[in-house]
């Protein structure tokens, strides 16, 4: 039985979101301009008076049901009020209300035997008035409450507005949508789009330089201190001192993350390690992170002696200290870096934390999020299969999430979002995920919302004031290999608004803040510092309401990324071929050509720099013509997805430490050995090579090694330009 093909490709769309044809188009004039447009019925209930009372207690607990069709809602109720105010806002959609009239009735949620409506009032909906944006939502009025015969009660009126707008009012992240109507409580929260902002994120180094007049527990032993700083839950140590006395010394940097408003303190204690594996606190003092010095300039910050709490100790006792231990410490919140919460390549923000050092805005970035088509299954739900997808989408500290389409394998959502630019080799994330947290806050499954892919997008692929409408395939890495879970719709536009500001950008400003290259810190602090990060993001969005949970990212990289590195040297190995078949002459018009050009440059050295600058004219033109006119995408082939290994899979998503046999651990050891083996080779080639171009490495030498008055440690201009030219990583799943 032959199997169906799957088409990974990314597909140029013509969505309904202008008259013309707008990929490629001229930049249109709407706010709303990059989705299509939807029409909803919005009713905002706000509250009731004189209702009759129907209870024999003289008391009732009203609420009111909105019903449209085969549409169901209801506000919340109230228990025991004399007040009743819902000042609840609901959006139906347009095109799939089957009715002409609507019916609100007010009911009373105690009276359950017989019939519990106190009133009703019923409209035609086709006499519901439009109020499209710009305009501000309708006033609300004040309706009098009819029985269920249609005659007009004594007594009862019920507040509320009607009116027809689009998903561009700005009531419309606040209401509850008739595509999550299956929703209720307080799961309806979770449906609701919203826009977050990550926190302001901060370096906290802490420099331990050296500490004086230590009380150690014993004398009869040299102590072996070392310094422990926490903040939050971060623990942090320096190396034990080798100065085996009570003043030793360190001169060691322990950084964190820290997140704005400061209320965390920062707490070092030194501790002494004794023989029997057991720690004696030495010495502790606090210092809240509000009173730390914040330094934005490449300065080093002052040293300062700190006092340590008289924690002493005699004979194994504590008592009470007569005098004060001192630690010396530079403890700065360093504003000139970039706090990495993402990869580096995949950054979506390269500025510092400080504000006044920022440059300045570039563009504005906007994204149409249209709709998605042929979503797998997720769940079950009442015996059937379902999916309730939403989208997040994030670029610099701003993250947004689009409502949840319940119930439904082609959802669409036609939400815009905007985005202020400062740098265009930054990236754009946008994930697709399932709502498993929809029931009374039960989540399905293990509690996470699993993920049906991603599209990364470099905006410097992007050209300016120009609507690219693309649908992009949702890719997924299962343990049985790269699965298609649909097709996300988008639509996308960089709007330039200094043309000055991007050409310096790309000539004078490093990718980079200066202090990451003044004073760098090394991939392994990064590393450990991103992680920081993510924790700290993690736990702020979830706080919010709805909460942005972290449901989120090995040898199939590895294979593809010793492809990536052949292809690139691929060049001189062509190079190196065709040269082989001009001297063989191989083909006798061509060799005869090359000779000519060789005794031109020969007899004639004064034309080889004008030459060489015209071919390189030339290339560049015919290059630029044939560039890629498509925004990036994840591409399978050249991520080894389709032809990766069942067991290569398999150990991708093992866990660490493993859990597989011995066995397998020996056999992917083996194959790691086979790799390594030919990534060796592939050095041993390029360090033959090398070895002949000596004169250019002394050179190369002599040019790093250069005194500082000759040259800065921030980038030049050809290297600021080269940092952001677009590599094949983006494409990478």
């Avoid at 997008?457 to 949702?474: D, E, F, G, M, V």
């Avoid at 590895?558 to 065709?578: E, G, I, V």
């Avoid at 001009?582 to 440059?601: D, Q």
């Avoid at 034309?607 to 013509?625: D, F, H, K």
């Amino acid at each position: 039985m032959a199997v169906e093909k799957v088409d990974f490709s990314l597909k140029e769309t013509s969505p309904n979101i202008g008259s013309d044809r707008v990929s490629g188009g001229e930049k249109l004039t709407s706010s709303f301009d990059l989705v299509e447009k939807m029409e909803f019925l919005f009713v905002r209930i706000v509250r009731a008076r004189d209702l009759p009372l129907k209870a024999v207690n003289g008391i009732i607990d009203p609420y009111v049901e909105i019903k449209i069709g085969n549409y169901n809602a209801t506000t919340k109720y109230f228990e025991k009020k004399p007040d009743f105010e819902w000042n609840q806002l609901f959006a139906f959609g347009q095109d799939r209300l089957q009715a002409t009239t609507m019916e609100i009735t007010v009911r009373d949620k105690e009276l359950i035997i017989g019939d519990n409506m106190i009133g009703k009032i019923t409209v035609a909906l086709h006499e519901v008035p439009p109020c499209f944006p710009p305009d501000s939502p309708l006033a609300s009025q004040w309706y009098k409450l009819e029985d269920k015969n249609g005659f007009t009660l004594r007594k009862g009126e019920l507040m509320l507005a009607m009116w027809y707008s689009t998903q561009a009012d700005r009531v419309f992240t606040d209401a509850w949508h008739s595509d999550s109507a299956i929703v209720s409580g307080e799961s309806l929260l979770n449906t609701r789009s919203k826009a977050y902002l990550s926190p302001r994120l901060w370096y906290l180094r802490v420099n331990v330089i050296q500490a004086r007049d230590l009380v150690p527990g014993s004398k009869d032993r040299n102590p072996q201190v070392y310094v422990k700083a926490v903040v939050g839950d971060v623990i942090l140590r320096t190396r034990v001192s080798p100065d085996k006395n009570v003043n030793p010394q360190w001169n060691e940097d322990l950084m964190f993350v820290v997140a704005e408003p400061f209320f965390d303190s920062l707490i070092v204690t030194v501790e002494d390690r004794l023989e029997n594996n057991t720690v004696q606190c030495l010495g502790k003092c606090v210092t809240r992170l509000s009173n730390v010095e914040q330094r934005l300039l490449p300065l080093p910050a002052d040293p300062l002696w700190y006092t340590l709490e008289d924690i002493v100790f005699e004979d194994g006792m504590e008592k009470e200290a007569n005098f004060f231990s001192k630690l010396n410490m530079c403890v700065s919140l360093d504003g000139g870096y970039h706090v990495f919460d993402e990869s580096v390549h995949n950054g979506s923000d390269y500025r510092p934390t400080a504000k006044m050092l920022w440059t300045a805005m570039i563009g504005v970035l906007e994204l149409g999020i249209i709709n998605t088509s042929g979503l797998q299954p997720m769940k079950l739900r009442d015996s059937r299969e379902t999916t309730d997808a939403y989208c997040v989408a994030k670029y610099g500290p701003k993250w947004v999430k689009t409502r949840t389409v319940v119930d439904s394998f082609d959802p669409k959502w036609n939400e815009q979002y905007s985005w202020d630019v400062y740098d265009l080799y930054t990236m754009l994330t946008i994930g697709v995920f399932d709502d498993c947290h929809l029931h009374g806050g039960d989540a399905v499954g293990d509690g996470k919302d699993p993920s049906l892919g991603k599209v990364r997008i470099r905006l410097s692929t992007l050209a300016t004031n120009k609507i690219y409408t693309y649908s992009y395939p949702l890719l997924v890495l299962q343990p049985n290999g790269a699965k298609k879970m649909g097709e996300l719709q988008l639509a996308i536009r960089f709007t330039c608004s200094s043309y000055l500001s991007l050409f310096l950008v790309y000539t004078m400003n490093p990718l980079l803040p200066q202090m990451h290259h003044i004073y760098p810190l090394s991939i392994y602090q990064l590393d450990i510092l991103r992680k920081q990060a993510v924790r700290i993001l993690c736990s702020s969005l979830s706080r919010t309401e709805p909460p942005l949970r972290q449901e989120v990212v090995d040898l199939r990289k590895a294979k593809a990324n010793f492809q990536r590195f052949l292809a690139t040297f691929k060049c001189f190995s062509n190079a190196r071929q065709w040269f082989d078949e001009i001297r063989k002459w191989n083909n006798s018009a061509a060799t005869v050509l090359v000779m000519a050009i060789y005794c031109i440059i020969v007899f004639k050295p004064d034309l080889i720099l004008p030459t060489v600058t015209l071919y390189s004219i030339q290339v560049m033109i015919l290059q630029w013509r044939k560039r890629q006119r498509r925004p990036t995408h994840i591409d399978v082939n050249l991520s080894v997805a389709g032809s990766v290994t069942a067991d290569e899979l398999d150990e991708e998503f093992d866990t660490f430490p493993s859990s597989r046999q011995f066995d397998v651990l020996r056999m992917r050891y083996d194959r790691l050995r086979s790799i390594a083996g030919r990534i060796v080779t592939v050095i041993s080639d390029i360090a033959t090579q090398v070895e002949s171009l000596k004169i250019f490495l002394i050179f190369g030498g002599f040019y790093v090694m250069r005194p500082p008055f000759l040259g800065k440690d921030v980038l030049n201009a050809p290297q600021n330009f080269f940092s952001r030219l677009p590599t094949k990583a983006d494409y990478m799943l």
